[in-house]
């Protein structure tokens, strides 16, 4: 082996050395913008598994920075499985890590748990979206947030950096899972109001920005498309799960993480008749299409790129050396 030192962070290890959150949204926007200006990202690959719906992917992604010796470049790949029958056998459903090489010499760095990490990029990149395309209306923005597992959790800290003084409405098919995210949301004192219901169409209804994070399953498109006609900001974080292809296509502006990657993903079934993007989320923020501010509806969509998941990595393992974190494999 090389002389770097092997890490390896536990999921503890890596909360206990995540960033705060304005630093977590600063590193979305960073991955965003370098994936139209200096990333290399392949469509994910994957296998399929023999369990019913589970999946794989492999997201190797290379961020390039100005040293042409590559020292500073960050290089990894993130390795995650979903497996849903796991919830049956008291298992978490997905499992992910994330290795980080030495972009100059390829030597391993760190293995990391990367649930916290894709729980917390994800949000962050939602963060991101929320502050380019937030809505301006004459009223207090009603917000309402579909979904009140992981990735809910992860998205009230968020909402609560980016959007306080918003009206907050958490749905989720579990009553006891809603309120308690709702409890929670209501204990940062930052919203002026903040509601649990189990009724999803409901609360999309009544709401400005939208906000989807449900699990996977065989029903896609599932709230009418009627029920957005009030929203000016829609964020899927759940692929297709909840929002209809005629929403989309009424949208005056749709963006995605990685064009690319969409165009790998969509399907007869997958993303069943979306329009091609109009963008990136990246080339928007890099300001090279000075078009995208988008009029009426602004539908912004992110599958998760392992661009992201590298560069919050990178982050994760300086901190959690400066920590003394995590444990140094013998090389």
Known sequence: MGAQPLRY?????????????????????????ALVESAELPPKIGVRPRQPASHTAAMPALLRESDPSGARDLLGVKWVTAFPGNRARGLPAVNALVVLNDGATGEPRAILDGAPITAERTAAVSGVALRRWWPRVDRRVRVTLVGAGVQGTSHVEVLACVAPGTILTVADRHEERAFELARRAGQTGVFAEVDATTDAVGAVKSADVVLTMVSFGATRQSI???????????????????????????????????????????????????????????????????????????????LGVGLADVVFADAILRRAAELGLGLVLPT
């Not at 890596?14 to 949204?25: F, G, L, Q, T």
């Not at 749709?254 to 008749?273: P, S």
Request: with cysteine; glycine share 8%.
């Open 9 to 33: 962070l536990s999921a503890a290890d890596v909360v206990a050395a995540m960033p705060p959150v304005e630093d977590r949204i600063a590193l979305a926007h960073r991955s965003m913008v």
């Open 224 to 302: 009418p498309a009627q029920a957005f006609e009030r929203a000016r900001l829609i964020i899927g974080v759940d692929y297709d799960m909840c929002i209809p292809a005629s929403v989309v296509s009424g949208a005056g502006l749709f963006v995605v993480d990685d064009i690319a990657q969409f165009e790998a993903t969509r399907t007869n079934t997958v993303f069943a008749g979306y329009p091609k993007p109009h963008a990136s989320i990246g080339l928007a923020l890099s300001g090279a299409a000075s078009a995208l501010d988008g009029r009426g509806l602004v539908v912004v969509n992110h």
